[in-house]
């Protein structure tokens, strides 16, 4: 039983380019979600996934876009990133709470 | 809409000491409240949760929280803590147990010998 996990670990991009996050869990969790966490800022909810086939945006969509691919997966997507994007990502997912990725850390230049 | 204050962004306590971390919450209805902790370059373990019923509610490593709801709080203590409690502490409010969180900004706690 891996819980969550993601990949990549590390990405580095350049401004412009895309790239896709991915994240699965073996739980059975019907809820999925994407935070962003900065310094200073907590964690901040990008988009989330009530159920397989269903998405909705959180407090800090813009730039974003997920697919729940299926009840295990749910990636998300920067379409043309930006340094502002630089940050940690985790996926999570929950039944009565929310359990955590090992996190994606990524950097724009 | 939710929102939660942690008014402590560092905390330094002496091995062996107790610890109290501070957590206010913003909500209209009966919040979910929950204690994550995370180690440096880790994800989040939840520590605790409260959903409804004793406000003390008990945690893994040793931690605790109080519920008030007069007062909108929900801080964490510990009454001894380890070298290994080093990390930073992340309370958060949900509307419900399945979706949309709100963190803290998070206190970081360290730890002298």
């Known amino acids: 039983n891996a819980g969550v996990t993601q990949t990549p670990k590390f990405q580095v991009l350049k401004t412009g380019q895309s790239m896709t996050l991915q994240c699965a869990q073996d739980m059975n969790h019907n809820s999925m979600y994407w935070y962003r966490q900065d310094p200073g800022m907590g964690l901040r909810l990008i988009y989330y996934?009530?159920?397989?086939?269903?998405?909705d945006k959180g407090e800090v969509p813009n730039g974003y876009n997920v697919s729940r691919l299926n009840k295990r997966e749910f990636s998300l997507r920067l379409e043309s990133a930006a340094p502002s994007q630089t940050s940690v990502y985790f996926c999570a997912s929950s039944v009565s709470e929310q359990y955590f990725g090992p996190g994606t850390r990524l950097t724009v230049t | 809409a939710q929102s939660v204050t942690q008014p402590d962004i560092h905390i330094t306590v002496s091995e062996g000491a107790s610890l109290e971390l501070r957590c206010n919450y913003s909500?209209?209805?009966?919040?979910?409240l929950f204690w994550y902790v995370q180690s440096p370059g880790q994800g989040l373990q939840l520590l605790l949760k409260y959903f409804s019923g004793d406000t003390l509610v008990q945690g893994i490593k040793g931690f605790e929280a109080e519920f008030k709801r007069s007062q909108s709080s929900f801080n964490l203590r510990k009454p001894s803590v380890h070298w290994s409690d080093a990390a930073e502490y992340f309370c958060?409010?949900?509307?419900?147990?399945?979706?949309?969180?709100?963190f803290g900004a998070g206190t970081t706690v360290t730890v002298r010998a």
């Open positions: 996934s009530a159920s397989e086939g269903t998405t």
């Open positions: 909500y209209g209805a009966t919040p979910y």
């Open positions: 958060a409010v949900g509307a419900s147990n399945d979706y949309k969180l709100s």
